[in-house]
């Protein structure tokens, strides 16, 4: 179960209740976050809440059965939303694009590549400044020198950062720096690092693991929410199966099953999720359909020449047919 604590609650108020709670054979675990303190309730045995409900100090009270509470649609219904400030919003009604690079190469690409995003209305921008590589003789990003350049040009355009940390003696460097850290798909179940990020108060893009399943997604988000940080959007980002005609399997069931079972926002990387370019467009307009509350997908000037996954790269021109398709698809789904 999951209570909902009332704001100025008493430290006998919380004893009581946590007695009462144990008396009846449920541990507890307290949760302190950025909008409310949580005390979560974990028994098999069955009782009516409404014994606890009556105490002091209980602002809500729910049951949830799902393994995974804090991030579950059945104690919040209504949608969670990321607020990334000056206006740029994610979820709840809020869809927004992200467009960038694998990764970040040079100071002439960020340039180019910001004052494509804002000719656009574009307002967040992807990119990798730790990159994890399945070869170790693969360009690997420029790091934090990387991200603090990329951060003086973006900043000053308006554009927001989302970046991948890798690991959490990473965070404390580029937190001044970044408006979402990306926990990739290879650290989707790094507990340590969802651990450090959960004690974070910054938005998380957490993606789907390569062969994890929705429920290690959400316990994985479970992680994060516990530790103190809401604020988190869950990516699809393909899975990997027995095919392989393209890059990975696009799981489109997922993003309409996520939307059913968490408030958090789900986005889609239709760039990953089937690794062929002249595709990236359709995987990002059938996404949109299935009712995300992003996507974010990879552009670059000169997609031959990019330093990785230039084949899953949309050029600049490419991207802005996308951009525009995405809107009148945002419109017309409004509308059905």
């Known amino acids: 179960m999951i209570i909902q604590l009332e704001k100025n609650i008493t430290e006998a108020q919380s004893e009581k209740l946590h007695q009462r709670l144990e008396a009846i054979g449920y541990s507890t675990n307290d949760v302190k976050t950025q909008f409310a303190d949580y005390l979560i309730g974990v028994g098999k045995k069955d009782f009516d809440i409404r014994a606890i409900g009556t105490l002091e100090g209980i602002r809500d009270i729910h049951r949830v059965s799902d393994a995974y509470k804090l991030v579950s649609k059945k104690w ?19 869809f927004q694009m992200m467009a960038g690079p694998c990764s970040i190469e040079t100071e002439e690409q960020i340039v180019a590549t ?35 350049l990329w951060h003086q040009h973006a900043s000053a355009a308006g554009i927001k950062i989302i970046t991948e940390v890798m690991m959490s003696e990473q965070i404390d460097e580029m937190i ?142 490419e991207a802005e047919k996308l951009y525009e398709q995405l809107r009148k698809t945002e419109k017309f789904r409004s509308e059905i």
Do not use: W
């Not at 607020?83 to 009604?93: R, S």
């Not at 494509?116 to 790091?143: D, E, Q, T, W």
């Not at 974070?200 to 399943?213: A, N, Y």
């Not at 988190?232 to 899975?239: A, F, K, P, V």
């Open 176 to 317: 001044d720096y970044v408006d979402i850290f990306q926990i990739g798909a290879r650290n989707s179940q790094n507990f340590n690092l969802l651990d450090a990020i959960g004690k974070v108060d910054k938005p998380v893009l957490l993606k789907r693991g390569i062969s994890g399943t929705m429920d290690e997604l959400l316990q994985a988000a479970e992680y994060i929410f516990s530790n103190g940080n809401e604020k988190i959007m869950l990516c699809e980002r393909g899975i990997r199966t027995y095919e392989n005609g393209y890059r990975n399997t696009m799981d489109i069931n997922a993003m309409a099953m996520l939307k059913e079972k968490t408030h958090l926002p789900v986005i889609a990387d239709p760039s990953h999720g089937i690794g062929v370019r002249k595709f990236v467009d359709k995987v990002a307009l059938a996404s949109m359909m299935v009712g995300v509350d992003g996507v974010i997908f990879e552009v670059h000037a000169t997609p031959e020449k990019a330093y990785s996954d230039g084949q899953q790269t949309l050029s600049f021109t």
């Open 114 to 148: 910001v004052e494509h995003l804002v000719k656009n209305g574009v307002k967040i921008m992807r990119g990798g400044v730790y990159k994890p590589r399945s070869s170790p003789y693969s360009f690997r990003g420029l790091g934090i020198d990387g991200l603090k």
């Open 76 to 94: 919040k219904v209504n949608d969670s939303q990321i607020d990334l400030g000056d206006g740029v919003k994610i979820g709840a009604g809020d």
